[in-house]
């Protein structure tokens, strides 16, 4: 059984920074890839983030690329993401993910939810002034 827990999220102004974690625990070995998704009011959820498992190789959605940071520290089971220069449009729930995909991190196969076979419960980051 494996568990991901986010935490991190809140409330912030624009232009402000936030830090999300992700803790993982249980059955490490089907964790390859991991990833950050989000879900704003009436729409879908959203790719935002992937990391490999060795956490060299990364993608991020175009939406978010040079705010937006993700990395991993394999030897404490987290997944993080640094978000700098927050926008309001960047108000979502948060979702971490993990799965088996041991393919090429910067594939469409990456962004793709079906990917991924764990998920958090979500964590709320709202940006607003």
Known sequence: QVQLVE???GLVQP?????????????MSSINSMSWYRQAPGKEREFVAAVSKSGLATAYADSVKGRFTISRDNG????????????????????????????????????????????????QVTVSS
């Open 7 to 9: 935490s991190g999220g």
């Open 15 to 27: 232009g402000g920074s936030l830090r999300l974690s992700c803790a993982v625990s249980g059955d």
């Open 76 to 123: 404490k089971n987290t997944m993080y993401v640094q978000m700098n220069s927050l926008k309001p449009e960047d108000t979502a729930i948060y979702y971490c993910a993990g799965g088996a995909y041991f393919g090429g991190i910067t594939s469409i196969r990456a962004r793709d939810t079906t990917s991924y076979q764990h998920w958090g419960q979500g964590t």
